[in-house]
C-alpha cells in the first residue's frame, strides 16, 4: 500500500512517516526541493509545490491513501493563513478528483480543535455543534474541512487536533521552559484545554488507515479528559523537583497590543511568529475543551500515554537533543 504524506518536515510528518514504513507501508512525500537531504530513508520524493497542480497530480497518482499534514500555523495575514491552509488542500482535493487514482481509499486531513473554536462554557464542545473559529488560523483550516466534505469525490476523515505536543515540537517547547523558571504568565487568566501526545496521534492515523469501514466521518482527537494550563505547567515541574509556581495573570487589554508589537517586529524581520494578533484571539478564550468520545466509540482508538507519560518522555528528548 503506498500513502502520500504532506508537510513531512513538520512535527506530526516527522514522528509519523517513520511509523508508517516501520508498519510496511510504501511512502510518497511531496517536497519543496528533492535535492535536500531528507532524515527518512526508503521514502519516494516529488519535488514541487501546492501551487503546481501538475506536480501535484504526478504526487497523487498512484496513491491508496493521502494524509495531509502540512499547515501554516504562523503567519503574517490572514490571506497567508488561507494560501497554507485552504489553498493546498483544494489543490490537493482537484488533483485527486482529476486523476482519480484506481486503488484509492482514503484522504485523511489533519485538521485543528482551532476550527471548531472554543466553549463558551466548561461543557466540552461537540463536533457537530456549529463551529465557531475564533482566529484566521482556524477559519481557514475550516475552509479546508468544507472544501473536502463537499467537493472530494473519495473518502475521507478530518481529525480536529487538540493540542499536540511530544519529541520535535517547538511550539509546546515553551511550555518546558516555563516550568524551569517556576513562573507562568497566563493570558486573561487559567485555561481549560485538550491535549494529546504526537505518538498517540500517530496510532490513530495508522489504525485509521487500516479501518476502511471508517470514512467520511470528522472526529475531535484528544485524551479523554481536559486539563488546565496550571496542571500541564506542574506536571513537568514535578520532573524538575520543583513545587512553586508563581502564575500572573496578564489582561487582554495588556497582552492584545504586546502580541500586535510582536507581529510587527516579525514582518520588519520577515519571520512570522506563532506570538501575533491573531493568536490573541485564541489566548483571551479560557475553555478550549471538546469532546473525544465518538473517536473513541466508534474506532476503538485509546491513547496509550497518560499525560505524564507524554510529559516525561518529551521532556528527555528536548535534553537529550540539547534544546533544553
Not at 463536533?127 to 465557531?132: G, H, I, R
Not at 487582554?252 to 520577515?270: A, D, H, M, S, T
Request: hydrophobic share 35%.
Amino acid at each position: 500500500m503506498k500513502v502520500g504524506v504532506t508537510g513531512t518536515s513538520g512535527f506530526i510528518g516527522q514522528n509519523l512517516v517513520p511509523e508508517l514504513t516501520k508498519n510496511g507501508y510504501q511512502v510518497k512525500i511531496l517536497v519543496r526541493n528533492a535535492s535536500k537531504k531528507v532524515s527518512f530513508e526508503n521514502v519516494e520524493k516529488v519535488e514541487g509545490d501546492f501551487s503546481n497542480s501538475e506536480k501535484i497530480e504526478e504526487f497523487v497518482k498512484d496513491l491508496d491513501y493521502l494524509i495531509h499534514c502540512a499547515g501554516v500555523i504562523k503567519a503574517f495575514s490572514p490571506e497567508d493563513f488561507i494560501k497554507g491552509n485552504f489553498n493546498s488542500t483544494k489543490s490537493l482535493v482537484d488533483a485527486l478528483n482529476k486523476v482519480k487514482p484506481s486503488n484509492f481509499k482514503k484522504f485523511i486531513f489533519l485538521s485543528s480543535q482551532s476550527a471548531q473554536g472554543p466553549s463558551k462554557e466548561l461543557i466540552p464542545r461537540k463536533v457537530d455543534q456549529p463551529p465557531e473559529p475564533v482566529s484566521w488560523y482556524g477559519k481557514s483550516k475550516l475552509m479546508a474541512e468544507n472544501y473536502i466534505i463537499n467537493h472530494l469525490e473519495s473518502p475521507y476523515i478530518i481529525l480536529r487536533l487538540a493540542s499536540v505536543y511530544g519529541p520535535g515540537d517547538k511550539e509546546t517547547l515553551r511550555f518546558f521552559k516555563l516550568a524551569k523558571t517556576g513562573i507562568l504568565p497566563m493570558p486573561n487568566g487559567e485555561k481549560y484545554i485538550n491535549i494529546i501526545y504526537v505518538k498517540d496521534v500517530v496510532n490513530l492515523i495508522l489504525k485509521l488507515l487500516e479501518k476502511e469501514e471508517i470514512a467520511n466521518k470528522i472526529y475531535f482527537v484528544a485524551n479523554p479528559e481536559y486539563t488546565t494550563l496550571t496542571s500541564l505547567i506542574e506536571g513537568i515541574q514535578s520532573f524538575y523537583g520543583k513545587k512553586s509556581l508563581l502564575k500572573i495573570t496578564i489582561p487582554e487589554f495588556v497582552f492584545r497590543p504586546l502580541l500586535k508589537l510582536n507581529e510587527i517586529f516579525g514582518k520588519l524581520l520577515g519571520k512570522p511568529t506563532i506570538a501575533n494578533s491573531d493568536k490573541a484571539n485564541e489566548l483571551s478564550q479560557k475553555y478550549w475543551i471538546g469532546d473525544p468520545s465518538p473517536l473513541y466509540e466508534e474506532t476503538g482508538f485509546k491513547p496509550q500515554y497518560s499525560l505524564l507519560e507524554g510529559l516525561y518522555e518529551s521532556l528527555e528528548w528536548y535534553k537529550q537533543s540539547k534544546w533544553l
